[in-house]
């Protein structure tokens, strides 16, 4: 007879702690129980913490928009080397250009339908379990009689183990309407009260850092720049100031922030001047504006003839990734001044350069919990069309338009 050696529920635990998410949704069909395991919050909670804590390789993610199709990829950011892990299937399809990425947390993507028509379409979607959520219609919806400027924020609360997404809408130019989605509740919750007495940038980049969602915006009294944040946490808006020489309104430099090595950064680049440059600085320690550190800046002239477009990303190594203007993909190392050709083509068109996004990911199981049902299909047969009632023409919204200090602004 067969002698059989039966896991302790403990020791099963560790080891499919130890497996990436790809291998874990093939667990998923061993048994039952396992099933019923891998798909519990608390496990997709503490395999979350323990590849965090294990230091898996830092991923990037690029989406770029190739004619009717918008591609997704992973790609290990390595000291030496910018190798892509595997192809994202996406499966929405937008009615403008492409989505717009609000931001990326914990493997969770929030995607937004807003380029040019506003069908309010918002969507959270984890790739690597291929789940989805389409959120609801929010309370104040687009009306093609006024001008209409709409800001989103992404992120988690860590205290209440949610996933929140914040929306700030500017209507003709008044007093913003601020809602706040929950994932735990699945409503959005009016928090007008919260009284946002800045303007942030059309088309602001979001960074999520320290609990908090931070754009840009614009003290419109006092004509300077600086950081708004939402905690997702405490529900409060709160503000930081930006480095001494880029809080001054410079219609010609565009400032993005970004998440590097876990710190607050922000970068700031200016490709129409005749000495046109760019610049990278970091928060050493959260919150404390003394602790601005510049971590370099060139001049675009160390790239020759080809002509860059736009900084996208400062890799974990201190390298910038940058599109150039034949769509290529390039990574600069400000230090060594060396150029790295990345092997990604595009178009010389401006709207696939615009749709070039780069940014950090993690994977996750969230949303597995949800139940097989619950998946992609699904969503896309939600989706709106442009014969639908549920659209209009953002023609005041500018949504074409990259965010610069110059750009226009609700005020």
Not at 164 to 175: P, Q
Not at 248 to 263: G, H
Not at 319 to 328: A, H, K, P, S
């Amino acid at each position: 007879m067969a002698d059989y050696y039966y896991l302790n529920e403990g020791i099963i635990i560790n080891i499919l702690h130890r497996l990436p998410v790809r291998a874990l949704l093939r667990c998923t069909c061993v048994c039952k129980s396992w099933y019923s395991l891998i798909t519990t919050p608390l496990f997709i909670s503490s395999h979350f913490n323990f590849q965090n804590n294990a230091h898996a390789p830092p991923l990037l993610l690029l989406r770029r928009c190739l004619p009717k199709s918008e591609r997704f990829a992973l790609y290990l950011d390595h000291h030496q080397s910018f190798t892509r892990q595997t192809t994202l299937d996406f499966p929405f399809t937008s009615l403008n250009s492409y989505f717009t990425i609000v931001g990326s947390c914990n493997g969770l993507l929030c995607l937004s339908d807003d380029r040019l028509y506003f069908v309010h379409t918002i969507i959270l979607w984890n790739p690597c379990v291929k789940k989805s959520l389409l959120l609801p219609k929010p309370n104040l919806i687009y009306n093609s009689c006024a001008t209409f400027i709409q800001c989103l924020g992404f992120g988690f609360d860590s205290v209440a183990n949610d996933y929140k997404v914040v929306r700030i809408t500017y209507v003709d130019y008044g007093s913003p309407q601020v809602e706040l989605y929950k994932l735990s509740t699945g409503v959005w919750q009016d928090i007008s009260y919260l009284s946002l007495h800045y303007i942030i940038y059309n088309k602001s980049r979001q960074a999520y850092a320290y609990g908090a969602t931070h754009w840009v915006a614009n003290n419109y009294m006092n004509s300077y720049d600086l950081i708004v944040l939402f905690d997702m946490c405490h529900e409060v808006f709160r503000e930081m100031m930006l480095p001494d020489i880029l809080a001054n309104v410079d219609p010609n430099t565009s400032k993005d922030l970004l998440v590097y090595k876990e710190s607050l950064a922000l970068i700031a680049w200016n490709v129409s001047a005749v000495e046109p440059r760019c610049c990278v600085w970091v928060m050493e320690e959260y919150g404390v504006m003394g602790s601005w550190t510049k971590l370099f800046d060139f001049d675009h002239h160390n790239f020759g003839s080809g002509r860059i477009m736009r900084p996208l990303w400062v890799r974990r190594n201190g390298e910038v990734v940058m599109v150039r203007e034949d769509g290529r993909l390039i990574s600069y190392d400000p230090n060594g001044g060396e150029v790295e050709d990345l092997g990604v083509r595009g178009s010389r068109s401006e709207d696939y350069r615009r749709s070039v996004h780069v940014e950090s990911y993690t994977t996750s199981l969230v949303l597995l919990e949800r139940g097989s049902c619950f998946s992609d299909s699904v969503t896309c047969k939600e989706l709106p069309s442009l014969e639908s009632n549920d659209c209009g023409s953002g023609g005041s919204y500018g949504s074409d338009c990259e965010h610069n200090s110059g750009s226009s602004s609700a005020k």
